[in-house]
Every structure is written in C-alpha cells, then in structure tokens.
C-alpha cells in the first residue's frame, strides 16, 4: 500500500462546507464541501516510497465492471459453435510512416495494482511543453526531455485539506490528468472511498496556472454512499464533463466480503476553471439520474485543437448483448450541463464486435499460467474530439476486441465518427480491428488524431514469440484512410507480471498543443524486479512521442 506521510509544506485556506446532496446519485447539483490551495508544487518535499519486501500489492478496487452488474463469463474461443472473423480486420498494412520522438522512463511501481497510468500535454506561460502523468498513488511533471521537475504522493497533494475523504481516504485510484487547452489550467483527480463505502468521494485538483510546478486549487465532491467508478473527464468548450459507473457496495461486517449493486452510469458536468482571481470557494456538479443499468461505460468527448464546438458535450457508449458480449453499435448521448438531462441521440451501427476475453481476462504471457485483464466491454479512454476550421468535425474511439472465433486472441477495434458542421448527427466514417498477425494479443489502446487528420494509436501486446512478455506499441493512420500502417515497437517489456490479473484498466494518448502534431503516449510494462523469486508484479511506466511527417506545425 502506498505510504502516505501527513505532514507537509502545502496549505492555505482550507474551507468546509456542507454538501448540498451528499449521497444523491443523480438528478441533482452536488456540492464540493472542501477547498484548500497548496503551496507551489516545486516547493513540495518527495515522499520516497518503500516497500517491504513479503507485502502484497494493494489492489486497488473496482466492483463488477458489465452493465447487468455480474461478471461476463469469458467466450473460450468458440462463439457458441459458430465460426466468424471480425468483419473490420484489416489484412495488409503499408510501411510505417511514423517518425520516432523523445521516450522515456515514467514513474514507477507505488504499491498499488494497475498503476491506470495517465497523462496530458500543456504548456508553461513560458511557452515550454509539460507532461503531467499520473498513476496510482502519485504524479509527475516532465518537460519533453524526459527531466522530472516534480513528483510526490497525492495523499501529499490532498494534505491541505486534511480534514477531508481526499486526504484520509488518499488512495482510491482511477487517477486522471487533463490539459485545459481553453483556460490554460491542469486538472488532476482522484477516488476516494472509506473502509466500508459508506462515504466515497471525488477529488479533484485545478492548477492555478498553466504551469504544472505551480500552486493549486483542491475540491472534494462527496458521493455518499454511491460509489463512482471509472470515472472519466472531458473538457468541452462551455464546461468540464464528468462520467462514472455508480455503484452501492455493501460490506459483510463479519467476513469482510463486499457485494455490489450497479445502480446505472452517470453524467455530470462541472463550470470550465476560469478565474482570474481567487479561486471560487466551492464547485459544483450538475448530474443526470442514475438507474438505467443499459447505461453503462459512457465517455466523454475531450476536446483537441484550438476549435471549440458549440453546445454541450457528447457521451458514447459501446452496445454489447449482455448475454453475448457481442455487439454492433454505439450509443450517441448529449448532456444538458443546465438542467441534468442525459439525452440519447440514436445509435450508430458499427460492424459487429466481439468482446476481448469475453470482457474480461485472456490475455496471455510467457513463463506464467496468469493470464491478464483485457478490459474489453467497454470503449477505451479518450473519446478525441476534434474541430477543423472549415466547420467540420470527428471524434476517433477505440476498444478491445477478440479476433476471430479459432482463438481468443485480441486486437484493436477503431472508429473515426464524423459531423458535417461539428455537432450531432455524427456518422461512422472509418473503423478498421487492427491485428497485424495471428499470433499477438494487443489491447489496452489509447487513441487521438492530429490537426492534419492524422491518427496515432498506442496499446500493449502480449503472448507470442515475438512479443513474450507485456509490451509497448504504437501505429498510426493516415488522414483519410481507415487503414493502419504497421505498428512500430516502442519498449519490449523484460518480465510478465503474475500474482495479480490486473492490467492497467486504460492508457493514455495526448496532443502537443504546442505544435498540434506530436503525439505522447503512456503505459505500463512488468519490471525485472523479483524478489526472493516470488514477487513478479512490479511495473515501470514508459512515456514515448511520434509524429506524422505530413503535419504541419500550427497550421
């Protein structure tokens, strides 16, 4: 378990307030009922992280992840007798055009299984790119070198309001990290959940500038006894948008033992960081009802590019039969930052899709009967939204898939959803599954697009001759083809990971605003470090760029 030490050189004011509907899970406006500001972050003092040697990894929590609420059973290979390919496979890929950047090591193993590695691409008010990654239990800022300028604990970022669920409860995970590209600020966040999830809260941290060393603002939303699972963040151009799969955990007092209700996912969205003064002493969400389980694993769409949309944000979600864990739709939604309202928009046909693993573990490695989680009944994070100047515009998602019905091996299915004028209706204008041999397992992808049309993706792969152990990959589409090219290997992971099933529940693609093409790319890979022969779940992190040659800085 990450080590979290309480005593620091953060704080200023530090506010509690009341919640205006503590343990509402939808329907309503929920209120931050702390606030504290830090001190500088470059002022902060490292907490070294120790682990002793005997000590399990804490896996960090997640109840029952499928919209019925139970887990899928995994499909074993045969699709109930019938054979069937993926009808999107792609079968011939032209040579790479991709030119390598800078790569590099990121942080490292903190206690806690899957790191759910994140990061995002800013800049200082000099001018100068920053990398913020976070994994669970802490975070890192880079400049494109590869130097770190800061890291420390985030139970260390959250000690200045010490007071609060974000500080006790400091290790929840599903940690995220976003640029706002409109207002220039960082937005980091966390879970937060007491011992028997009577009480699990959100936390989010907002920097105060556009530089990431600098101080910042701090807010707990307090959920009750809903626990927001998954949560994902979007920056639009009226409003920060906010989703998660609720859930009511109920913990047996005697054994121990938790059991989860899936209550339905939900929307919320909170008013973009604009202030030019002191920072407002509260926040507040607005968030639709909860209680459709059909709604489950909802996106937000996140803004790239200089171009605002106009209206509120878009929310998709992938379809499967929950029987099957197949599908062949996604689900269309908007959400009405004003009045709550989530609204479904239709749905887009997509050729059928067969979940990765069944939605849940397949994913072999060498030297080990542990196979790995693939996290496949659910879109992966970001939902790229991008706006061209001519008006146009599309968002690029992706998700794992199992190939075909002869093995459970996985790859990568990819949509590119287009719009004639930047809102809805939106189209399916390209989708391709992206398995370049028979042999591979790749998931966990992250995918963005640049400002020339361009398409980076980046995921693991694992299982065969050539990719033994859990490695790092990237390829990339050109504008205007639903094709991949062929994927470049970015670091060969050294070591499987067993013990634990967990594998980083998503990884991260992120645009350089600074020139609106170089794409950086986080995820995990499994350590060397064994020790006494028993423990092989340590993880690195790597962070690594590419760009087309095609685009045009800034154009």
Not at 63 to 73: A, E, I, L, V, Y
Request: proline content about 6%.
């Amino acid at each position: 378990m990450a080590i979290i030490l309480k005593s620091f050189a953060l704080t200023a004011a530090v506010a509690l307030l009341p919640a205006v509907s503590a343990g509402q899970h939808g329907g309503a406006t929920i209120r931050s009922v702390a606030h504290a500001t830090t001190a500088p972050m470059n002022s902060h003092v490292p907490i070294p992280f120790e682990w002793q040697p005997g000590t399990p990894a804490r896996v960090v929590i997640y109840p029952k992840r499928t919209g019925s609420g139970s887990s899928k059973p995994t499909r074993g290979g045969g699709g109930g007798g019938t054979s069937w390919t993926d009808p999107d496979l792609q079968t011939s890929y032209a040579t790479s055009t991709l030119v390598p950047g800078t790569e590099f090591q990121g942080q490292s193993f903190t206690g806690a299984i899957p790191p759910d590695t994140n990061l995002s691409i800013g800049q200082d008010p000099s001018g100068n790119t920053q990398i913020v990654q976070v994994v669970n239990t802490s975070y890192a800022v880079y400049n494109t070198s590869g130097t770190q300028l800061v890291t420390n604990d985030l139970g260390a970022l959250f000690a200045a309001m010490p007071n609060s669920n974000c500080y006790v409860n400091a290790d929840g995970g599903d940690v995220l990290a976003l640029f706002d590209k409109a207002d220039h600020r960082w937005i980091m966040s966390q879970l937060a959940y007491s011992s028997d999830f009577t009480q699990n809260d959100y936390c989010i941290a907002i920097s105060d500038t556009a530089d990431a060393t600098g101080t910042w603002e701090l807010y707990d939303i307090p959920f009750g006894n809903g626990v927001p699972d998954y949560p994902k963040l979007g920056v639009w151009s009226d409003a920060v948008y906010f989703s998660a799969n609720m859930f009511h955990i109920t913990v047996n007092p005697i054994t121990g033992t938790t059991s989860s209700t899936f209550l339905g996912a939900q929307a919320c969205s909170f008013p973009r960081p604009s202030w030019t003064g002191a920072a407002p002493a509260t926040i507040s969400f607005t968030c639709s009802g909860s209680g459709n389980t059909g709604i489950y694993n909802i996106l937000p769409a996140d803004i790239d590019g200089p171009n605002l949309p106009s209206g509120s944000d878009y929310y998709v979600q992938f379809v499967s039969n929950l029987s099957s864990t197949s599908g062949n739709a996604l689900a269309l939604y908007q959400f009405n930052p004003t009045t709550g309202a989530l609204t479904s928009l239709g749905t887009l046909a997509v050729g059928t899709v067969h979940e990765a693993c069944g939605g849940v573990t397949c994913i072999p490695q060498s030297g080990t009967t542990q196979q790995l989680d693939s996290v496949g009944d659910r879109l992966m994070y970001r939902l790229s939204y991008r706006k061209s100047s001519d008006g146009t515009a599309a968002m690029v998602l992706n998700q794992s898939v199992q190939v075909r019905s002869a093995a459970a091996q996985t790859g990568i299915r990819w949509y590119r959803l287009c719009s004639a004028t930047g809102s809805a209706p939106f189209t399916v204008c390209a989708q391709s599954t992206f398995s370049p041999d028979t042999a591979t397992s790749r998931w966990m992808g992250s995918i963005a697009q640049d400002s020339a049309g361009n398409i980076g993706l980046g995921y693991s792969l694992s299982g065969s001759a050539a990719h033994p152990y859990p490695s790092i990959s990237v390829a990339g589409a050109a504008a205007g083809s639903n094709a991949m090219q062929a994927e470049q290997l970015v670091f060969a992971g050294p070591n499987f990971q067993d013990t634990y099933n967990r594998w980083g529940d998503y990884s991260s693609m992120s645009l350089d605003p600074k020139d609106d093409c170089t794409f950086w790319y986080t995820t995990e890979y499994s350590t060397t470090t064994n020790l006494f022969g028993a423990w092989n779940f340590f993880w690195g992190t790597v962070i690594d760029s590419f760009h087309f040659p095609s685009c045009t800085a800034n154009p």
